[in-house]
């Protein structure tokens, strides 16, 4: 079964420093979603990404973050300047066009600021 | 008033259990509705999705949408200590931004005792 896939699986990085974290959505699909979840929390939105462009985008997604689909297969969210309160585990999801309200989600990247 | 609202649990049942988890919203534009899965430090599998009012069976799961009391349901039939984990409902408009800003429930965890 088609997946979406995430790397890294876990990164620690300092504050202060820039991550990237990088997905591989199904093939096919074309809508590409970041989520987050602080431990303990809910799933939240962060930002959607359809056309080579951002559709939609939540109050959490602000300057310090941007998403990039640099070839045909990877989509990448990058957060400069990372803060401690960037910790979480963040989520890759896509789906295809016309395939409903089916959202496929990644294994997650854990992302853990010191 | 928080958007969408499911009790985080935890809830432990025997196995061969019939359980109910559930989750309450606040906004009727709220149109689709799933239920995804999510073992520990994974992923949110989806599990089932509906946009209507009633019921959808898909094996041992049944969802149940009530749109009028806004109010949704998942009951898992003859429950297996494999269904051990973290159960999200997750809803979205009808229409709106890219159709994939979900609102997730805070998650139940569940637990089947062998």
């Known amino acids: 079964e088609p997946e979406v896939t995430q790397t890294p699986s876990h990164q620690v990085t300092q504050m202060g420093q820039e991550v990237i974290l990088r997905c591989v959505p199904i093939s096919n699909h074309l809508y590409f979603y970041w989520y987050r979840q602080i431990l303990g929390q809910k799933v939240e939105f962060l930002v959607s990404?359809?056309?080579?462009?951002?559709s939609e985008k939540s109050e959490i997604f602000d300057d310090q973050f941007s998403v990039e689909r640099p070839d045909g297969s990877n989509f990448t969210l990058k957060i400069r300047s990372t803060k401690l309160e960037d910790s979480a585990m963040y989520f890759c999801a896509s789906r295809n066009w016309g395939a409903g309200n089916t959202i496929y989600f990644g294994e997650g990247s854990w992302l853990t600021v010191v | 008033q928080k958007e969408v609202e499911q009790d985080p649990g935890p809830l432990s049942v025997p196995e061969g259990a019939i359980v109910s988890l559930n989750c309450t919203y606040s906004n009727s534009a709220f149109q689709y509705f799933m239920w995804y899965r999510q073992y520990s430090r994974k992923g949110p599998e989806l599990l089932m999705y509906?946009?209507?009012?009633g019921n959808k069976e898909d094996g041992r799961f049944t969802a149940q949408v009530d749109k009028s009391s806004k109010y949704i349901s998942l009951f898992i039939r003859d429950s297996q200590p494999s269904d051990s984990a973290t159960y999200l409902c997750?809803?979205?408009?009808?229409?709106?931004?890219?159709?994939?800003?979900?609102?997730f429930g805070k998650g139940t965890k569940l637990s089947v005792k062998p």
């Open positions: 997750a809803m979205k408009p009808l229409y709106g931004g890219s159709q994939g800003n979900l609102i």
């Open positions: 509906t946009y209507s009012s």
């Open positions: 990404f359809y056309n080579n462009e951002i």
